[in-house]
Structure formats: C-alpha cells, structure tokens
C-alpha cells in the first residue's frame, strides 16, 4: 500500500494529506476504551450464536486509540457540506437552516430517553405533543386531520394514496388512473403505481403550469385522483388549481397534493381551501428537522374528514368526558389503512417541528414563506443575464434556469454544478425538472440574508464568464476537492423510465 504521506489532498491545514483508512491507523495493542473488570462469569457469546452467523473471513477489528479515533471522524466530518456551513440550494429540496432550539428541545429527557413500547400513561407528554402538532399542521395546511405515522415524504405520498384507494373501494368503485402532471415530483407517479394503479401523465401548458382543459380531457369515472405539486417543481404557483380541483370532483375523483414546497405557502395559502383533499407535509423541509442523513425523515399526511375514517391506525384520541383525562393511542378505525410504522412515528423529528411552529408563530411563519419567495426572485433577477430561463415569469420559492446559454462553449449544466464546489458551493439540484433541458433548480429559502445570496450569485456569474475565457477550467472541475472529477458517463445516461415526460428547451 501506498505511503499515506504521499497522497493527495486538502485538509484546509495548509498541507496535502489523505485521511488513511481506519484500518490504516491500527497498531497492535492500541485500545480506545477501558471497560471495569467483569462482575460476572465471562460467556463465551460465539458460541451461543447459531451456525453460521459468524463470519471467519474478517482479520479482526481496527486496534486504535480514542484521540485517533475521535480525530479520525472528526476530520473527515468536516469534508461534507451541511446547512451549518453554508448556502445548500438544493431546489426541490429545501436545505434550510435547522434552528438549534429545535434540538434542544429535541433532546430533553423526557423525550430523548423514552421509549416507544412505554404504556400511554408513562409518554402522556409526548402524546400531547403530537396532538397539538396534528392540530397545528391541520391548521396550516386547511386539512380536519392528520396522521404523523409516515417515516417521510415519500411514504406519505404513499398513504395517501392508500386513503383515496380506501375512500373508492369502500363506496364499490374499481376505478384504476391517477393523473400526475410532467411538472410533478418523481415520487408521485411511483407512489401510484405501488398502490397499482394506471400513471396518466398530463402535460403542463407552454407557460410551465397545468391549464383546466387538460385535465378535463382525460378526467372521467375510471380516474381515482389527481396528484399535483403547487408550487410545481418549476418553482410555479399552479393558478388554475381551484378550478381543476373542481373538475375532478365532479366525476368523482379526489385531489391529492404534494407538499414538498409547502415553504412557499406558509401562512399565505391553505392547500384544504384550493380543493385538496389530501396532502402530505415534510418536516424535514417546512418545518426544518433534519434533511436526509441527517433525518430520519417525517412525513406527516392530512387529510379532509372525507378520508379520515381510512387513516392509518393508531392515531393520537384526546380523553374526553367519562373517559378522564389524557391521550390515548386509538386503534379503532376498522376502514384504515393499518400501521405504516413499527411504532407511532419519527419522534424526535415531531418535537422539532412543533419547536419550530411554536417559536415562529403565525406571522414569523408567514415571514418565511415570503422571505424564501423573495430570495429565489432575487437569485432569478441577478442570474437571467448569464443564464437562460425557461419560464419566464415570477416563481415562488425556487427558480430554475437551463444552460442553453452557454451551449457554444461546450460548458454544460454539470460542469456548472461541478465548479461551484471549487466556490465553497454545494450544487444546486440538476437535469431536474426531466421537462427542462439542462436544468439548474435553486432554491435558496428563508435561511440566507443578502450578502450570501449576492456571494452565490457572484460565484455562478463568475462561472458563466469563465466558461466563455476558460472553458477547459469549467469544464474539468473540480480542482479543490480530494478526488478530481469523476468518470460519470453511466450518471449520465438518459435512465428507463415507464413514466417519462417529454423534455423541453
């Protein structure tokens, strides 16, 4: 193996240097903990384990100490970009800021330290919680109920749609289409298709939004719903939302709503009062939890009184009457869907969002969503000169612009995403929308003030410029980081879609 000292690299200590493997650091007899002599005879627990559970091929663990250890992750942890560190303006993703009080509160004793098989009578506080943050998010969203059970976005989207198959069989109808518009997260078209039933893509208008007499044209009693993202993943606010939620439940159908850009919302629209019956609501972007790794993930869903006999089981019942006082997890919903989670949910993300909520209040709540609409208008206005835009009106809370500008230098949208790390940048999300040709989606939220929207404008005005002096510079980024580009000819093919909306220039 090659001599560690002679790699390359950059640990921003001002010399080159790789981080070695663990395994690299190990040195016989090193120990990084110091255990009390036993109290008990010693088992031998190998031998308790059944055939075959143990594997012979490994030479054994990493012998180091604890200053190598505790260095050795450390170093590496700060080789990754995080919201901590900077401007993260993943579009469709909303990387904001996570406020430390939230996880403050997050890891109080009684909430940190409790367990999910605890009788309801010992987690009373935590039960409150969730049905004060149920009633919170009712309230924001326009819904009558909701369900904290789904561990994320994605598996909301996922009951939800269970609901609305639920809410049609219950009533003996066999209906087999859900409508997802080209301008939809990806997500949506999976989670109907998991629930079994027929994807019909509809085509948003040459203004980027999904016009009424689309959905007229292929709404009938054989379609179960409509999915629709608004803002749409455009970063478009979907005007004509009212009026095609009308349409579809005319002939019976039901309205589910995608609430990953619910930011731009906050406290200026109800997605309940435009017609939606059903919504799913990420904590991990609205209400700030913890995105990703970072996460676990939550994905609470709300729902019109239409579906909440069909929600899934057990859902958080306030004690009323004879009954005492208290919360109650309730199992009784004989049409639900049935438990979606080993216990009731992502717990720590459900103290965190309520955290949130609660310290903004409605109007900081509100100041949000307008902050985050005015600093992804601000990043269109200051970046529309170097890059091409391909819709060409106000967005909400994200802009997407294309590198059609740019295409006589040879320099591509992911060559753009590449340099702007060697600007201290995370990349913003690329080549999505699918429906826009080498699409940059940026989104820069509430969480930046002006000064670091203007350093992130500069950097992307910067790249553009080199592109036209220094294209082989773009082009070959980036030159700071401790792997140089890698060969991503596989990432870039087009991929197999079943449900693939045409591109646009």
């Given at each position: 193996m ?7 690299g950059?640990t921003?200590t ?18 990084g903990?110091s ?23 490994i ?19 700060t080789?990754?970009?995080s ?16 406020p ?8 109080l004793?009684?909430?940190a ?11 009373q ?6 049905h ?53 997260h990806g ?24 016009h009424?007499?689309?959905i007229?044209?292929?709404?009938s ?11 749409s ?14 349409i ?7 309205v ?41 993930g ?9 579906l ?12 009323a009457?004879a009954?005492?006082?208290?919360f ?48 992804a208008?601000?990043?269109?206005a ?15 809370h994200?802009?997407v612009?294309?590198?059609r ?11 753009v ?6 600007y201290?940048y995370?990349p ?16 820069p ?31 070959t980024?980036p ?21 693939q909306?045409?591109?646009?220039d």
């Open positions: 090659s001599d560690p000292r002679a790699r390359i950059n921003g001002g010399f080159s240097y790789e981080e070695p493997l663990v395994f690299e650091l190990s040195r016989p007899g090193r120990i903990y255990l009390p002599a036993y109290d008990v005879p010693p088992v031998d627990a190998v031998q308790m384990l059944p055939d075959g559970s143990v594997r012979d091929d030479e054994g663990m990493p012998e180091v100490s604890e200053v190598d250890v505790v260095r050795h992750f450390t170093r590496m942890s080789w990754n970009a919201v901590d560190l900077g401007l993260y303006p993943l579009g469709s993703c909303t990387m904001k800021y996570n430390k009080i939230n996880e403050r509160a997050a890891r004793g009684g909430f330290d409790a367990h999910p098989l605890q009788p309801a009578s010992e987690q506080g935590f039960l409150e919680l969730c004060r943050l149920e009633n919170e998010l009712a309230e924001i969203c326009g819904m009558d109920r909701v369900t904290l059970q789904p561990a994320a976005g994605a598996q909301g989207e996922l009951a939800g749609i269970m609901m609305i198959r639920a809410y049609h069989e219950h009533r003996g109808e066999l209906r087999s289409k859900i409508l997802v518009p080209d301008s939809a997500t949506n078209p999976a989670s109907a298709a998991l629930n079994g039933y027929e994807v019909v893509a509809i085509p948003s208008d040459e203004d980027g939004i999904l009424p007499e689309a007229e044209a292929v709404m009693e054989d379609v179960a719903g409509l999915m629709i993202t608004n803002p993943t455009l970063g478009l606010f979907e005007e004509h939302v009212v009026r095609i939620c009308e579809v439940h005319a002939k019976g159908g039901l589910y709503g995608d609430g990953a850009n619910l930011n731009a919302l906050l406290g200026i629209a109800r997605p309940g009062d435009l017609g939606i019956d059903v919504m799913h609501i990420n904590l991990h972007k609205t209400f700030s939890t913890p995105h990703g790794g970072g996460g676990p939550s994905g609470p869903v709300g729902v019109k009184n239409v909440a006999p069909y929600l899934p089981t057990p859902v958080v019942r306030e004690l009457g009954e005492g006082a208290g109650v997890l309730d199992y009784d919903l004989p049409q639900s869907i049935g438990r979606l989670h080993a216990n009731f949910g992502n717990a720590g993300m459900f103290v965190r969002a309520h955290a949130y909520i609660r310290s903004l209040g409605p109007d900081g709540l509100k100041r949000c969503a307008e902050m985050a609409v005015l600093n208008n601000y990043l269109l200051r970046l529309r000169t170097a890059y091409h835009v391909p819709f060409d009106r106000a967005v909400m994200e802009c612009l294309t590198d500008s740019l295409q006589d230098t040879g320099v591509t949208t992911l060559d995403a590449k340099r702007l790390i060697d201290g995370h913003p999300t690329i080549y999505f929308p699918l429906i826009v040709h080498g699409a940059i989606m940026i989104e939220t509430e969480s930046e003030s002006l000064d670091g929207l203007d350093r992130f404008a500069d950097a992307m005005l910067a790249i553009a410029q080199e592109a036209r002096e220094d294209a082989d510079t773009v082009r980024a030159h700071h980081t401790r792997r140089s580009r890698l060969d991503e000819t596989r990432a870039a093919r087009k991929p197999i879609l079943r449900w909306p045409a591109a646009r």
